[in-house]
């Protein structure tokens, strides 16, 4: 893909579908505000329920005139800000702070951020700052995760390699620890921060030995090992960590992952309602989950909620217990449009 800049944003249309893209609707309302033109951002009936609130009110401060439904998409924004200080909450999604860091370069001040409160998914953020500055543009860290100073600068061009998306690759290792165990992951790993590559050492702590090179190799035990795992970094490997309940010889604890509340559904509570279906022994708490292994495997039709990753984590789970019906097969197209079909070339049988 090739990408051609512009020293100023120019919309040629009103209207930004992003779909179920949360990464892109807050992203693109931020460089909205570099355009003169009122910019509607919208998406999908489950866009339509997250948060975006923090962001229009950071926007505000920076001069920014921006309108939404209760805090939630659609959302209009017009500019141009000149930048400046803004004030941000932390607790809810570091793409917030991702959308205005990099916007920020692009106004005549700049953008001084400060994050209120304990900021989650750090990694994000890590990755963010390190992708800007391959493309030329230096952000301040003033106190990390606390307080940053983004100057006016020019984006350089660069040839950028994308490396293999760590959020999806949890989802087959799980796959390779429940059903798989002769998988063989392709994976180009590249030096980019990502929070998910933490599912290598969240995996070993479970009693896998793992193998990482140009291609990734498991063996797993035939029991995993249980465990307290904070996800506050990391919330979406609450998906695929839940599952792997299903073959533990002790409790799998998951905490510190609130603001997985606030993604594409509520998948706290989700995945304890539909765990639970198949025989897991399931507690919820506010902030995560307490996982039990089945004390008998039990066959059901799992809500997926149109949400990608739980499709992928209820079929992955589905393919352990067997006989198993999950729910919006059409919502892997967000993140990972092949995934049945690389599941059936591995011989998984999923019928659609």
């Known amino acids: 893909m090739t990408v051609e800049g512009s020293e100023k944003i120019s919309s040629q249309t009103l209207e930004i579908d992003a ?49 939404s439904t209760d805090g939630k998409p659609p959302v209009t924004v017009k500019g141009i800000s000149d930048g400046g200080v803004t004030h941000i909450a932390g607790s809810i999604s570091s793409q917030f702070i991702s959308a205005l860091l990099i916007a920020g370069p692009k106004m005549k001040n700049g953008i001084t951020l400060e994050i209120d409160g304990d900021l989650v998914s750090k990694p994000y953020l890590d990755s963010t700052i390190a992708t800007m500055k391959k493309f030329g543009v230096t952000v301040d860290a003033i106190a990390p995760y606390k307080k940053y100073n983004v100057s006016n600068q020019k984006y350089k061009s660069y040839d950028f390699v994308v490396p293999s998306d760590f959020s999806s690759m949890a989802l087959l290792l799980s796959a390779a620890v429940l059903v798989g165990e002769n998988m063989v992951i392709d994976a180009s790993l590249g030096d980019l921060p990502q929070g998910d590559r933490e599912i290598l050492s969240y995996l070993e702590r479970l009693g896998v030995k793992i193998n990482v090179g140009e291609k990734i190799t498991i063996v797993s035990p035939k029991l995993l090992n249980g465990g307290r795992f904070d996800l506050s970094n990391n919330p979406d490997l609450l998906p695929p960590m839940a599952i792997l ?53 039990k066959s059901a039709e799992l809500e997926s909620a149109d949400d990608h990753r739980l499709f992928m984590a209820f079929s992955i789970a589905g393919m352990f217990v067997g006989d198993c019906t999950v729910t919006d097969p059409d919502s892997v197209d967000v993140s990972y449009p092949t995934f049945v079909e690389d599941m059936k070339k591995i011989g998984a049988n999923i019928t659609i």
């Open 19 to 67: 779909s179920n893209s949360g990464t892109t609707i807050r992203i693109s309302t931020a460089i909205a505000a570099l355009s003169d033109k009122t910019i509607t951002l919208t998406g999908d009936s489950s866009l339509k329920k997250r948060p975006m609130q923090p962001l229009l009110d950071a926007l505000k401060q920076l001069g920014v005139q921006c309108t």
């Open 245 to 297: 309940a299903l073959k533990t010889s002790k409790p799998i604890e998951i905490y510190n992952v609130k603001h997985a509340r606030f993604k594409e559904t509520d998948r706290i509570a989700i995945l304890a309602k539909e765990l639970a279906k198949i025989g897991i022994i399931v507690t919820e708490k506010e902030d995560g989950l307490i996982l039990e292994s089945p004390k008998a495997l």
